[in-house]
């Protein structure tokens, strides 16, 4: 097996534990993000703590609300570290071959640097994007559809209440059409109603909503893993300079660098993820027209323009939580992984050597 296979394998690996352990945050965090209040109103609107939210979803759909699409994004979570990891250990063997044949002519120490991390890291991400947009479609849609038809609803109810006022209802006419809206059932919604939802809509174009600003969002796991591996081969230079003691790196030290590369990454590009998840969402979520979007200019002039800068960074806080956490997870247990996998490489090549003989 290749190293950047193994690479892709360890990287799908982690990224699934990571997923399902921080899955409910997700959840949240992309209601918070797809949730559209007017200026006006988000001044007077309270806001709810993460804990209050997630209460908030077990109460209204279960349990199982807080998992809403983690089926499609435990494959997307697959897809896209697996695909994300081997194209990355691609290009990066190619950057350190390139950068050792440089030296060889007298160019350079025979490292790669920053901007060639970022250019790798950058790539990567581009094709991940391209290859794994439409399972994070469905995804966003699996878990807004709640927030969607609850928006429906209340539209539908002042629709009510405005023909009552117009057509001068009694008050146990309205009573009873508002009970019968109340008594609608809303549809099962699994990953074919996710499906079928969004071709209706936009044809096959529907599964790439939102590929402009994920593509720029590239920048995130770019800057991210320029930041993890710099700061990586930092802590091997400076172990390898000690005379005594472990150059080995634990699994507490990547789990911190991680964890650090990750911060930096979401709060540098988190404006862009809410454009995207409100591009992915369904266009109901906005309720009145004017908070529905067309496109990503169309979504970030309304945004200026009806929430202002606060809307860009809606639910910030549960994202940071849920992107380091799940980001030390994942290199923690990619880089167990790979020493797992490079421990039964090597046991592997001794048999076959011992059994040539």
């Known amino acids: 097996m290749s190293n950047a296979v193994a690479n892709g394998l360890a990287g799908a690996g982690g990224g699934m534990i990571a997923q399902i352990i921080t899955y409910p945050l997700q959840t949240v965090n992309t209601r918070q993000q797809t949730e559209r209040v007017a200026k006006k109103s988000l001044a007077n609107s309270k806001r709810l703590g993460t804990l209050v939210q997630i209460l908030q979803v077990i109460r209204s759909d279960g349990w199982g609300g807080l998992y809403s699409g983690l089926k499609p994004s435990l494959l997307g979570t697959a897809a896209s570290q697996g695909i994300y990891y081997y194209f ?7 950057a350190e071959a390139i950068a050792v044949a440089r030296k060889a002519k007298g160019h350079g120490d025979g490292t790669v640097g920053m901007f060639s991390w970022l250019l790798v890291a950058a790539l990567a991400g581009s094709l991940n994007v391209l290859l794994t947009n439409p399972i994070w479609v469905l995804v966003t849609r699996m878990q807004t559809h709640t927030q969607a038809e609850r928006k429906i609803m209340e539209e539908r109810k002042e629709a009510l209440l405005k023909e009552a006022s117009e057509n001068c209802l009694t ?23 996710a499906v079928n939802e969004v071709y209706s809509e936009a044809k096959i174009t529907g599964f790439w909503k939102g590929i402009v600003p994920t593509l720029i969002m590239v920048c995130n796991p770019a800057i991210q893993f320029m930041i993890y591996e710099s700061s990586l081969k930092h802590l091997r230079a400076k172990r390898a300079d000690r005379k005594q003691g472990s150059k080995n790196i634990t699994a507490l030290e990547v789990f911190l660098l991680g964890a650090l590369a990750k911060l930096g990454a979401t709060i540098s590009t988190y404006p862009l993820l809410v454009v995207k998840s409100r591009l992915q969402a369904k266009q109901e979520i906005g309720g009145n027209i004017s908070l529905r979007y067309s496109g990503t200019v169309d979504a970030i002039r309304k945004m200026i323009q009806y929430e202002g800068l606060p809307g860009f960074y809606k639910g910030m806080s549960t994202k940071i939580a849920q992107s380091v956490f799940a980001a030390s997870v994942l290199f923690m247990v990619k880089e167990e992984l790979l020493k797992i996998y490079t421990l039964l490489a090597d046991k592997c ?9």
Do not use: C, M, R
Not at 171 to 193: C, F, M, N, R
């Open 88 to 94: 990355y250990q691609v290009f990066k063997n190619k």
């Open 171 to 193: 008050g146990s006419e309205l009573q009873v059409k508002l009970a019968e809206l109340d008594s609608i059932k809303p549809h099962p919604y699994g990953t074919w109603q």
């Open 349 to 357: 090549n001794k048999v076959l050597l011992s059994s040539a003989k």
